[in-house]
């Protein structure tokens, strides 16, 4: 079935260093795919999204690309905050059946940045 | 324009109870779905409903159930609880979109259930 995969954390990295976290999805049809955020005692937001293959999703100095030919769809920052010490969802919409989507979440990826 | 809410925001029951959460989505959002997340299984959508109705639906016992009400509001019922429905529970609102789904889902701050 339909599913998401991502990097396993947690990811420890120092103020302005280098963010990559990995994710990989199964998937029949055009899905679309999201990253989505979640602070300490909060709930999810929206990070960003893409709609179709080789999209680029942006936000807050995030960005991914929705690569088909590999199933990715990996989240990169170039210079990292404290501020964005949180969890990281990436997640998968398709469409079950008629017109009925699901929206499949990997399993987060704790991010803590120090400074 | 505020935001989705839930309460109570923590709940502590033991097993055999039963529990009913509540969920006030966005105002003009018409779509509530339900996501249960722990640490072992992370995110997983339980339902969801619009216009009163639920429209979709995830793989959990029939001890969950919900309903929409005419204000869009949600109730998320668990019947005869056991130790391992301990967990936070999330409740999305969206405004309907394309085909009556929006890709943008907003986030409510959870319910932390323990069932001890």
């Known amino acids: 079935g339909n599913s998401v995969t991502q990097m396993e954390g947690p990811v420890t990295l120092s103020e302005e260093a280098f963010l990559t976290i990995n994710c990989t999805y199964t998937a029949t049809g055009y899905p679309s795919l999201f990253w989505y955020v979640q602070y300490p005692g909060e709930g999810l937001q929206l990070l960003l999204k893409?709609?179709?293959?080789?999209d680029k999703g942006s936000n807050k100095g995030f960005e991914a690309t929705y690569r088909k030919e590999t199933t990715s769809f990996h989240l990169e920052k170039g210079s990292v905050q404290v501020s964005d010490s949180a969890v990281y969802f990436c997640a998968l919409l398709w469409l079950s059946g008629g017109s009925n989507y699901k929206l499949t979440f990997g399993k987060g990826t704790l991010l803590t940045v120090n400074p | 324009k505020a935001g989705v809410t839930q309460t109570p925001r923590y709940l502590i029951k033991t097993r055999g109870q039963q529990v009913t959460l509540s969920c006030s989505p966005i105002?003009?959002?018409?779509?509530v779905s339900w996501y249960q997340q722990t640490p072992g299984q992370g995110l997983q959508f339980l339902f969801e409903y619009f216009s009163e109705t639920q429209r979709n639906k995830g793989n959990f016992p029939g001890r969950f159930s919900g309903r929409q009400f005419s204000n869009s509001r949600s109730e998320m019922n668990v019947s005869t609880l056991e130790l391992g429905d301990s967990a936070l529970y999330l409740c999305?609102?969206?405004?309907?979109?394309?085909?009556?789904?929006?890709?943008?889902?907003?986030f409510g701050p959870g319910t932390r259930l323990t069932v001890t």
């Open positions: 999305a609102s969206s405004f309907p979109g394309q085909g009556g789904w929006s890709y943008e889902q907003y």
């Open positions: 893409a709609t179709k293959a080789d």
């Open positions: 105002s003009g959002h018409r779509s």
